[in-house]
């Protein structure tokens, strides 16, 4: 059963960091993109960033770029998110999500497997 799990949510005030997690069993990580999106509340869900399957290519959403990275280590079979510098508007609820692809994959469509979320609030 192919199940992706989130961890590491939480509410910290802006100028903190959150470092979320993602773990996947079920399948064999190394063959998958993984990515990460995100959902604020009455907004649709949004692309954060995605990994390769080797972990050598990745891309961010312009409002993230240079606070958050993300990573893998596909021998734990869990991929990484840290956020730094965190802002009120990266208040939202995060998913990760797999994609059987040897390339950076970044369209929600494109997803197969999805996790249930993580809460991430940053508030004054």
């Known amino acids: 059963q192919v199940q992706l799990v989130e961890s590491g949510g939480g509410k910290v005030q802006p100028g903190e960091s959150l470092n979320l997690s993602c773990k996947v069993s079920?399948?064999?990580?190394?063959?998958?993109?993984i990515g990460w999106f995100r959902q604020a509340p009455g907004k649709e869900r949004d692309f954060v960033a995605t990994i390769s399957w080797n972990g050598r290519s990745t891309l961010y959403e312009d409002p993230v770029k240079g606070r958050f990275t993300i990573s893998r280590d596909n021998a734990e079979n869990t991929v990484y998110l840290e956020m730094n510098s965190l802002r009120p508007e990266d208040t939202a609820v995060y998913y990760c999500?797999?994609?059987?692809?040897?390339?950076?994959?970044?369209?929600?469509?494109?997803?197969?497997?999805w996790g249930q979320g993580t809460q991430v609030t940053v508030f004054s």
């Open positions: 999500a797999a994609s059987e692809s040897y390339m950076l994959v970044y369209t929600e469509d494109r997803y197969d497997s």
């Open positions: 079920g399948f064999t990580l190394d063959y998958y993109a």
